[in-house]
Nanobody
């Protein structure tokens, strides 16, 4: 299982970014996918999740209405569109999935929101 996130960067408050996660080594279209973020030294925080088909999505309360999770099962890519970014969204963002009771979390991408 390989998960590679990209698309992070430095953005001003109120700005937007779209993260991508390229998945390989498993049948992407058969599994829930999630985005998780982690501030250095703190526990990971679940951000959003999407079902196998992309028809059902759930969000952590603080990102509802600002973030949109989606997936392209033909290309094995997971996305996170982030609008109206806030300073408190600054973190390392990871995509993750659970397969046979094992959690896989790929290399993350840093999002920094600062003026």
């Amino acid at each position: 299982v390989q998960l590679q996130a990209s698309g992070g960067g430095l953005v001003q408050p109120g700005g937007s970014l779209t993260l991508s996660c390229a998945a390989s080594g498993f049948t992407f279209s058969s599994y829930f996918m999630t985005w998780v973020r982690q501030i250095h030294g703190k526990d990971p925080e679940w951000v959003a999740a999407i079902d196998e088909s992309g028809g059902i999505a759930n969000y952590e309360e603080s990102v509802k209405g600002r973030f949109t999770i989606s997936r392209d099962n033909t290309r094995n890519i997971l996305y996170l569109k982030m609008n109206n970014l806030k300073i408190e969204d600054t973190a390392m963002y990871y995509c993750a999935t659970e397969i046979n009771d094992s959690t896989y979390r790929g290399q993350g991408t840093q999002v920094t929101v600062s003026s």
